[in-house]
């Protein structure tokens, strides 16, 4: 499925424009006659792999290169847009939106056998948008707009993601036990999702990757006597004290990682029901403070869960349903569990690193799920792996993790329907924008190279960028310029191109290629040196700048206007001297060469 134009009567600062996405086909919208035309780009030829189209979406910030992608993924009844998409399996083209009833004028004779239907929703499709961008326009919530989309949505956006944990987190339970680190624990359980999903990609290897992969993932249980006694300080909570008898009572420094964590998921239970609004605090605490303490930790464990399990807790002699804590159990169970079938489990109490490719990662799923209703009990992380190498992964591993369908939820997934969507349109913002420039000169072959082994569909991606790396690997014609709301034609070939012919185009750089601090003091050196008699007290400051100068046509063009200006006869001739030294020594070089 291929999305061919858009047009747009007013959405944002977009209005009244249209947009021809397709290399092989041109559509032009009259508007007061209401009419439609298609035609055939000539003798185009599709670069990419048969089932892969790429289309780019360049310009400047504020030019609407958002609001496009905002409208190809969440198109709205009120808005007056239209689309056109060409369906090359069954050969005919669709037309989506508010309005559908323009008079359709076909030009070229090749394209006449090709149907032309109005419809409500693309057949065996899905729209899949991407974007690593915190941005409050990828929060809505999908479900809302289905009724008011071309096609079946997945929203793989940070910021989306982030949002629907927000959603989990506020809604899991209600009253006194609200979660008390907000924020920080939504996105701890977001980087676990993170994690496992990029763990799959690297086991499955379905990825080039342009760094070394990581080989360890480590897990540190938290020191939760100083993170406490932090918090008691600052809080002068005397439950807090109450806590730190508990840790310091199993405090051994020689036990093993998995014994000691048995001791922080009870911590965590704790901390988690540490409002002083919980009917059920007092009850609770007593409970785990009278437990028998004994030289195994996880014989600590197991008596507090025994005392807790389906306990009926009481407030004002009423029962308080305090079955989340059954739950807590069930989940802390089955990470004890999973390490429990570790061959090598580590002697050191906080820290264990466990090798990628060897090991089922199962008990991060549970981990999740634990922290969405305990305080978090670990740091995880790679080992040796850098906060671009992370996005790098974690983009990829999105994807991956929708090709298998690991998610139930329509709105995670590739299903349509009773199968498989057939069509993908892959809406991609900016998805280099965290990437090393070595990396983004590599980008698009990386992406290509993963859909096509991936991913058996038609796919349609669609990309916003402003790298020149990107677009040297994109041919114009798949190429929509835009400015000021509107697509516009530019006169250079892009394919192949080095980034320094791109840059120096006008419409990627209005003025220069020089940063523009670097620009204002130059210029204020030209203006200086172009003066009818120069200040002497500037002679420094101009000679600073001019050494400073990586350019070597600029930097010696203005030494020579330097010399004209400051340099005195002594310092002339001094100069001259050296000049004349400098030729004597490539004469001479020249000499013994013969």
Known sequence: MELVYLWIEKYKNIENQEFNFSSRFECKYIVDTNKLTIDKKNNIVNIFPNNINITAIVGENGSGKSSILELLFTRYNEE???????DKDNNQFLSLGTKSDFNVNIVDDR?????????????????????????????????????HTYTHTVNISTSHMLSQMKLIETNL???????????????????IQQIQNAIILLQDKVVQIPFELPKKLIIRNINFKSF??????????????????VI???NDSNTIFKNYLSTNLIISLLLENINSNNPILDELLNIVLNQKMSNYLEDFYANVKNSLYQHQFTFNGELVDASYIDLFFDLADEILGTLDKQSNLSTDSYLLELNIQDTNFGFLKAYEKLIQQSEYFWDISWRGLSSGEESFLYQFSRLYNLKNNYKDDPYKNLIVGNG????????IDEGEITLHPEWQKKYISYLVDFLEKNFSQNIHLILTTH???????IPKQNLVFLKNGEQVEIDIETFGANIHT?????????????????????????????????SIEYKDFVKNIIDSIGEPFLKNKLQEMYDRVFLDDIERNKKIRTLQREIEKLKNVDNSQE
């Open 80 to 86: 007056k847009v239209f689309f056109i998409f060409y």
């Open 420 to 427: 498989i969507a057939e069509n993908l349109i892959i809406l």
């Open 467 to 473: 790298s020149p790396f990107i677009l040297s690997d």
């Open 111 to 147: 394209l006449k056998e090709i149907q032309f239907n109005a419809i409500e929703c693309l057949p065996n499709t899905k729209a899949i948008y991407y974007s690593n961008i915190l941005n409050k326009n990828d929060l809505y919530l999908q479900e809302f707009l289905v009724p």
């Open 228 to 245: 406490i006694e932090n918090a008691k300080n600052k809080f002068e909570n005397t439950n807090y004290r109450r806590i730190l008898d």
């Open 502 to 534: 791109l840059l120096a185009h006008g419409f990627f750089m209005n003025n220069s290629l020089i940063g523009e601090f670097a620009k204002n003091k130059i210029q204020n050196v030209i203006d200086i040196l172009n003066e009818e008699n120069p």
């Open 248 to 250: 310091e009572k199993n």
């Open 173 to 191: 339970q209600g009253g006194w036990n609200k979660s008390n680190t907000g924020f920080d624990k939504i996105y701890r359980s977001f980087e």
